[in-house]
């Protein structure tokens, strides 16, 4: 049985490519060009739980991230730049899924095609920051964007399959 292709189905299948063209246009930026320091810094004058996140440190991508290594205005923007690599490949997993669903007979096929679109975007994504001034493309975010990905493509298939969004 064909399933019939509405409007709002063109505009989920438009939606990956919108977000696809604002990361790449968000990669061409410098590192400088995104800081968010200046305005974290005003934001966060009182440093709000600072002695409860100096407690935390870790490794992410071979380099220690925590309050006493990097500041911690730079602590804070860590998490809003990951929170932003996650999100978008969550949008962007789940967008495919909307916007392939109805264009393709196997659902699992539509599910291992977003997938792999989200990961193939954030390789090709990583790899041309690698060649940009002061970027530098790791593969932790890859696996980063994946997540991201595969946590948005799971929720857009339970939404379809309990029919929350037709």
Known sequence: MQKRITWKD???LLMPFVIMFLLYWSSSMSYETQSLTSPLDTLLAGRPFENLLSQFE???AGNLVSIKSDGYVSFIEFF???GAHF???FFLGFFWVLGLRKRMREEWLVVLLSILLCIGYASFDELRQSFHPGRTGIMADVILDTAGAIAGVGIAWL???KKVIQ
Do not use: A, G, P, Q
């Open 159 to 161: 939404l379809t399959k």
């Open 10 to 12: 063109n505009i989920f």
């Open 87 to 89: 999100f978008s490949f």
């Open 58 to 60: 870790f490794t992410y």
């Open 80 to 82: 809003i730049r990951k």
